[in-house]
């Protein structure tokens, strides 16, 4: 086990590479789709069909290296979660299990973002190009992006953001207070249990919520679906719990207010 003293600037390295990651996705995920994405020069009447796409080596070798960075996403993001795995990482890394985690989760991510490649020539599922669409369809969709993003963040602070960073097992290691999901209530752990991926509906709206569908953004969105919906297994008293911690961390920011205006 490394000393206290390195632990604290190891969960510290691993929170800043994720943060950075995470704005780096919202970036990719929204503001390059939105703003028009990877411009093709040779306009959109060049863009094949379905049929000539299959046939095309060039956009299925696009396809297929696209796949394989999600497929290593996908392949890093469930093998580490899984219980044998953890287990072999907390025995070699101790208390900074959750950070490694999150740094490996958000190499891979950079991985994927840095190494993408568009599809311009491809055909596109939809597309707004004639007015008022073109002009409503992307409005409509920054906000509703917008309003995505809020929204995980605000779910993330629900979700103890130091906990799922790694930095709470850190400071609580540091100062002795043992592990914080030993902490936490039954319904927190049943939750946690049932929903690793807290921003599933959010992140659905902000992969298929662009005025433009191609190839690989559809790729994109199907694939990251398909394994969101895998890990959504919420019920009633999950979405129960949820609220009432929503509704608490609320009062808990308006407390000051309501003090102050006394």
Do not use: N
């Amino acid at each position: 086990m490394a000393p206290a003293l390195l632990l604290v600037p190891a969960a510290l390295a691993s929170f800043v590479l994720a943060f950075g990651t995470g704005v780096e996705f919202v970036r990719f995920t929204s503001l390059r789709p939105l703003l028009g994405g990877v411009a093709d020069p040779g306009g959109p009447d060049v863009r094949q069909g379905w049929l000539a796409a299959l046939q095309d080596p060039s956009i299925l070798g696009s396809l297929a290296w696209d796949l394989g960075l999600l497929l290593l996403f996908v392949g890093q993001h469930s093998l580490m979660a899984a219980e044998r795995v953890k287990a072999w990482t907390t025995r070699y890394f101790g208390v900074l299990q959750r950070s490694l985690y999150v740094a490996c989760t958000a190499l891979a991510l950079q991985v994927v973002m840095r190494y993408w490649e568009p599809v311009p020539r491809g055909p596109v599922l939809w597309e707004a190009r004639v007015e008022p669409w073109a002009t409503w369809v992307p409005l409509l969709c920054f906000v509703l992006h917008v309003i995505s993003w809020l929204l995980i963040f605000s779910i993330l602070l629900v979700f103890d953001y130091a906990e799922l960073m790694g930095l709470k097992q850190v400071y609580y290691h540091v100062l002795g207070l043992g592990e914080p999901l030993a902490l936490k209530s039954p319904r927190a752990l049943r939750l946690f249990s049932h929903l690793r991926h807290p921003v599933c509906v959010e992140l659905l709206t902000v992969l298929w919520g662009v005025p433009t569908l191609g190839t690989d953004r559809l790729l994109l969105a199907l694939l990251l679906t398909l394994y969101l919906g895998l890990a959504h297994g919420l019920d009633q008293q999950d979405l129960l719990y949820l609220r009432s911690q929503l509704q608490r961390k609320l009062h808990l920011l308006s407390r000051p207010q309501e003090e102050g205006a006394e």
